[in-house]
């Protein structure tokens, strides 16, 4: 059975400026998404419905709900922290 085990970034604290970088990288996730999405035949429905293949996602990042762009920032900060924790130095 597959026991997921990433690393623990619970003890890191990510810069205001980190933090600006990983909306950045959320919106870039969700666009990223959106692409693969409209390529395989994806598009915009008010209700998700697979059989159709529409999403109600396929919108800019800025109008998707907090809900879904939580999802994204989750993923952003995760990598970034992760970086942090490795010992990376993200600069400028």
Request: overall charge negative; aromatic content about 8%.
């Given at each position: ?12 604290e990510?810069s ?42 396929l919108?800019?990042?800025g109008?998707?709900p ?11 900060y ?11 130095r993200?600069?400028?």
């Amino acid at each position: 059975m597959y026991k997921p085990e990433p690393v623990n970034t619970d003890g890191i604290e990510l810069s205001d400026e980190l933090k600006a970088l990983g909306e950045v990288l959320a919106e870039h996730v969700h666009d990223v998404w959106a692409v693969g999405r409209i390529n395989s035949g994806w598009t915009y429905g008010e209700k998700r419905d697979d059989d159709k293949k529409q999403t109600p996602c396929l919108v800019p990042y800025g109008d998707l709900p907090e809900s879904e762009k939580e999802y994204d920032r989750n993923t952003a900060y995760g990598t970034l922290k992760l970086l942090v924790a490795l010992g990376y130095r993200i600069t400028k």
